[in-house]
């Protein structure tokens, strides 16, 4: 029996292969592992273009954790990856069997009988949306160094580096672009305000 996926694809060329974008469910925290799977499954099914490409969107940000900068990779969406692929009987066999993936979403079954999933592909202005956003926030960073920070107005530190260093304060502002804090300390009786950068203090 033809299916809606046989449909979707019947006689398409190399040159007018229909790329569309699907959502993909994982496990939760197996994102990088089920891209790599099916990265490697179609490159050794000699699949690749009909599955293209695999994309986690996410985001490259820097927070201070005990005085010291880190890189961490933060998830839009946990537990979903995008999938840019040609919708055919093989092309969803693997991806769908792949270890790791729940199903895909957005998908319906095209007869009761015969119960054949169809995924449903992102629309246009949502595959826009995704990686307008993924490239604004890139942007962003690139100008401003943009650094996430656990600290918090009000919040006491110490100081680790610099002048004053080893006295405590608590942090009065928070220069996000920058990358400073400024600690109101304690010195010689009087309050004084400080600006540090966030690498020289630490939470107590």
Do not use: C
């Not at 809606?4 to 939760?28: C, F, M, P």
């Not at 991806?95 to 992102?122: D, M, N, Y």
């Amino acid at each position: 029996m033809t299916t809606d996926i046989d449909n979707q694809n019947d006689g398409a060329s190399d040159s007018a292969l229909d790329y569309k974008w699907y959502i993909v469910n994982t496990q939760s925290g197996y994102e990088n592992k089920v891209k790599e799977r099916i990265e490697k499954r179609a490159l050794e099914a000699g699949m690749t273009e009909f599955v293209n490409e695999v994309y986690i969107p996410s985001e490259t940000i820097k927070l201070v954790r005990g005085g010291k900068k880190i890189v961490k990779e933060e998830r839009f969406y946990p537990g979903y990856v995008l999938v840019k692929m040609v919708m055919n009987d093989a092309a969803w066999t693997l991806v769908q069997k792949t270890s790791g993936v729940a199903s895909f979403v957005g998908s319906h079954a095209t007869t009761k009988e015969e119960g054949r999933i169809v995924p449903a592909a992102l629309t246009n202005s949502d595959v826009a949306r995704i990686f307008q956003d993924k490239d604004s926030d890139k942007k962003k960073s690139d100008i401003s160094d943009l650094v996430r920070l656990e600290f918090e107005v009000g919040e006491k530190v110490k100081v680790i580096d610099g002048p004053f260093n080893g006295l405590v304060g608590l942090i009065d502002n928070i220069n996000a672009d920058k990358g400073k804090v400024t600690v109101v300390i304690e010195i010689f009786g009087r309050s004084t305000p400080a600006e540090m950068d966030f690498t020289k203090v630490s939470k107590v």
